[in-house]
């Protein structure tokens, strides 16, 4: 697959940023088997492209996605959804080594929360509407709503929100650290263009090693956690970047970081 045969999402660059914006306006970027190929093709080009640190992750003002797309689904068997497993797709999303900042508007529900919480920083604008509904037709999360927004947001919250379906708008998701940030839906995305720049200026191999640690709280006990953490740590004293982050400090100059 490459860009030229996307029909789902559109991608771009901004210097040492990628950007990939979801593009299925009239059924508010729903999150077909199509779609989520064709992200998950370019974000790992992103992520092998040594040009870009950080990537940004977006969809319209209207929405960043209402979910999966339920006219896929409506028809699937146990059997036939198992078989086709595209839970290994989406998987891929959370292992991106990159940086992934997702700009949030508008709807952001079922597929489309889960979608954003595969990511790692998460903007949001003043018309966000973040939530797991769905309850109201019928099934639960099954990209990850259970755990991860659990995980964030507290057993209670989480519950409220997967019980009732009902969706949390951008205050709320502040308060409950879902998003770092809300901005009024003129700047969501410039907003996280601002802080792709500025994450993108430290050194690419300190930042992955930072994700991966970070990461791990999630599958492990705080001793390992604590370990793995270690173990990058001592590893990134074998590039050149602590070299040179460390020199330029004692210089008092700013640090040009290689990735290597
Ligand atoms: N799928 C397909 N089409 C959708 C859609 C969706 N999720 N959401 C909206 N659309 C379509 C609508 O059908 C409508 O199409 P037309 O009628 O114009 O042809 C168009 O988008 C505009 O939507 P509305 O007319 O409904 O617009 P409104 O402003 O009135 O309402 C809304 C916006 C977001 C409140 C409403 O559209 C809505 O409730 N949408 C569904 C939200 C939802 O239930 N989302 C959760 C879906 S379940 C997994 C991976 C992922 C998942 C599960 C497993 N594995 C890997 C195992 C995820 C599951 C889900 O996300």
Redesign the pocket.
Known sequence: MTEATYKNILVDQDGAIGIVTLNRP???N??SHELMDELVAALEIFDRDDKIRVIILTGSER?FA??????E?SDETTIS?MQKD??A??AKVAKIKKPIIAAVSG?A????C?LMMSCDIIIASESA?IG???I??G?I???GGTQRLTRVVGKHKAMEMILTGRPMNAQEAFHYGLVVKVVPVELYLDEAKSLAREIAKKSPVALKMAKEAVLKTFDTSISEGLEFERKNFYMLFSSEDQKEGMKAFLEKRQPTFSGR
């Open positions: 009239k059924v508010l729903a999150l929405a209402a979910g999966a797309d339920i006219g689904m959804i595209r839970f797709t989406w709807y529900l079922g597929g489309g889960e509407q797991q509904p769905e109201n037709i099934v999360p099954g990209a």
